[in-house]
C-alpha cells in the first residue's frame, strides 16, 4: 500500500524541498520556463480573464495514488471549512466566473461538498466534481451518483487505464473493479450517454515517466475497449502530464529518473500550448482559502504575485483576471507535446 510522503515523514512532504529540488541549477538543464519563453519568442505568462474557480475542499482522501501530487490519503486532515466555503459562493454571487471546479484529495469526503454544489448550481454556475469514482462506492457515499445526476454536475474522473493491471498498478489494488463499477451506475443516471446532458469525462495520465500519447486516438481506443468488455460509455477523455511533483517527483528521485524526465519535459517544449495552459483562464483556491495560478502551484506553495490579493476573502475581479503567472520549471510539464491542463490536451499541431 502506497503511504502519504507525509505519513512517511519523507523530506518531499515540505513544499519548499520540492521547490528547491524542481529549480536546482542542472535541472531541466539549467534553464527556466521563463527563459524558454523568451527565447521560443513567447510573451510571459498573464491570465486572460477567469472563467473557472478551482477549488481544493482538502486532502483527505480514500486512496493513496502513486502519481498524486497533492499527496492526498486517508490519514490526511485538510478540510475547507463552512466559513471559506462561504466566501467561496459569495465570490461566485457577486462575480460572473462561470465554472467551479471542484477537486481535493476526494472532494466529495469535505462535509462541505454537497452544499456547495447546491449553492453554485442555485447561482446558475456549472459545476465540475473531479472524481476518483471509487468513492461512488464506499460505504456513507453510494447515494453521491444521484446527487451529482440531480443537480446536473460534470463529472470528470479519473481513469489512467482501460486494463485492470496498469490501472491497479498506480491507483491501488482492486480501484479498477470498484472503478467500473461506480462507471456503470454513472451511466444508469444517464451520465455520459449519447446526445445527454450529463457529461462523464475519464482522465487518463501516463504509468511512468513519459509523456500521454494522442489525446483523439487514445479516446478511440478506450471507447473501444471498455464498451466491448463492460458495456461502459463516456462523454469525452482528457490526457493529462504527469507533473513532477509530491508523490511522483518522490519516484522519479528514487528510481534516478527525475533528469530524465524533466529533459523530455524540456525537449518536448511547444510554443503553442503556451496559450491555453489553464492558469490563463483559471484562478485555485486551496482548503484555506488562499489563492495560486494553479493546482500545481498550491501543491508547490508558490502562491500569487506579492502586489496581489492572496486570500479568497480579499478577491479582486478585476486585479486578478490580467495577473502576471508565477512560473517554475514544473511549467514544462503543462506545455510539453500536445500540452496538457485539467482540460486535457491544449494543441495538437507540431511543436
Request: charged share 25%; proline share 5%; hydrophobic share 40%.
Amino acid at each position: 500500500m502506497t503511504l502519504t510522503l507525509l505519513r512517511q515523514s519523507h523530506e518531499l512532504a515540505e513544499a519548499a524541498r520540492q521547490l528547491q529540488i524542481l529549480q536546482a541549477p542542472g535541472a531541466a538543464g539549467g534553464q527556466s520556463f521563463d527563459q524558454v519563453l523568451r527565447e521560443q519568442g513567447c510573451d510571459p505568462l498573464r491570465a486572460a480573464g477567469i472563467d473557472t474557480l478551482q477549488i481544493n475542499v482538502g486532502k483527505l482522501c480514500n486512496q493513496t495514488c502513486a502519481h498524486c501530487h497533492v499527496d492526498a490519503g486517508p490519514d490526511r486532515r485538510e478540510s475547507m471549512s463552512r466559513e471559506t466555503a462561504e466566501q467561496i459562493i459569495a465570490v461566485l454571487a457577486r462575480t460572473e466566473v462561470p465554472t467551479l471546479d471542484i477537486t481535493g484529495g476526494a472532494p466529495e469526503m469535505n462535509p462541505n461538498f454537497r452544499w456547495l454544489v447546491e449553492q453554485a448550481r442555485r447561482l446558475g454556475r456549472r459545476v465540475i466534481d473531479r472524481c476518483n469514482l471509487t468513492i461512488l462506492v464506499a460505504p456513507g457515499f453510494t447515494d453521491l451518483p444521484e446527487f451529482l445526476a440531480e443537480h446536473d454536475v460534470e463529472v470528470v474522473a479519473s481513469l489512467p487505464c482501460y486494463l485492470e493491471e496498469n490501472c491497479d498498478a498506480q491507483r491501488g489494488s482492486g480501484v479498477f473493479g470498484r472503478s467500473i463499477a461506480a462507471l456503470r451506475r454513472l451511466n444508469e443516471l444517464g451520465y455520459g450517454q449519447p446526445d445527454s446532458q450529463r457529461l462523464l469525462t475519464l482522465v487518463f495520465n501516463p504509468v511512468g515517466p513519459k509523456l500521454p500519447p494522442s489525446q483523439a486516438g487514445l479516446e478511440a481506443a478506450y471507447r473501444r475497449e471498455l464498451q466491448a468488455r463492460y458495456g461502459i460509455v463516456f462523454s469525452r477523455l482528457f490526457t493529462i502530464t504527469n507533473m513532477p511533483i509530491s508523490r511522483f517527483l518522490a519516484e522519479l528521485l528514487r528510481t534516478g529518473r527525475f533528469d530524465d524526465y524533466m529533459r523530455t519535459l524540456v525537449e518536448a517544449f511547444n510554443p503553442l500550448a503556451v496559450e491555453g495552459v489553464m492558469c490563463r483562464t483559471t484562478l485555485s483556491v486551496d482548503w484555506q482559502g488562499r489563492l495560486y495560478d494553479c493546482d500545481f502551484n498550491q501543491m508547490l506553495e508558490l502562491g500569487l504575485s506579492a502586489n496581489l490579493p492572496r486570500d479568497i476573502r480579499a478577491f479582486d475581479a478585476e486585479l486578478l483576471a490580467r495577473r502576471r503567472i508565477r512560473t517554475a520549471r514544473h511549467c514544462f510539464g503543462c506545455t510539453a507535446g500536445a500540452g496538457s491542463s485539467c482540460q486535457g490536451a491544449i494543441r495538437t499541431g507540431p511543436a
